[in-house]
């Protein structure tokens, strides 16, 4: 069971980037804004993610480092930080189960709420509230 901080992500998505949820919530972002209909802000929404994003990533990779040393520096070098590799890091990694206990303790539910938050703007544009 994966525990945040305490062990290394490497199997499942974290095979592929060692960032796949900022990596997923960019997708999303950049195809709400798309589907927004307003082309311009789509790179708007690319730089201002790349503007926030970046220092976190850097932030928590020198985190991950110090804690995990040796270990995370072989991980660093073969998974790129942002946009995903084609094959699996590690593909004799066990792969870690859900658990919704582990999900609500590391608060990743706040991306899910984000794209929430986004589909029902889109939602509310399609239905003429807006825009």
């Known amino acids: 069971m ?17 960032n796949p949820l900022y990596f997923g919530s960019f997708v999303v972002g950049l195809g709400a804004a798309a589907a927004g209909g307003v082309l311009w802000f789509v790179p708007l929404v690319a730089l201002c993610f790349a503007g926030v994003y ?12 110090a804690r995990f040393g040796g270990e995370y520096a072989r991980y660093r070098q073969a998974v ?6 084609a094959t699996p890091y590690g593909a004799g990694a066990e792969p870690i189960s859900f658990s919704l206990r582990r999900y609500v ?7 899910a709420m984000g794209a929430v938050a986004g589909f029902a703007a889109l939602a509310s544009k399609a239905m003429g509230w807006w825009g």
Do not use: C, I, Q
Not at 3 to 15: F, M
Not at 105 to 111: D, G, H, P, Q, T
């Open 2 to 18: 994966l525990e945040k901080d305490r062990e290394l992500a490497v199997s499942g998505p974290y095979a592929f980037t060692r």
């Open 54 to 65: 970046s220092k976190t990533m850097t932030r928590e990779a020198r985190r991950l480092d």
């Open 80 to 85: 790129p930080l942002f946009f995903p590799r």
């Open 105 to 111: 303790r590391n608060k990743e539910y706040e991306a």
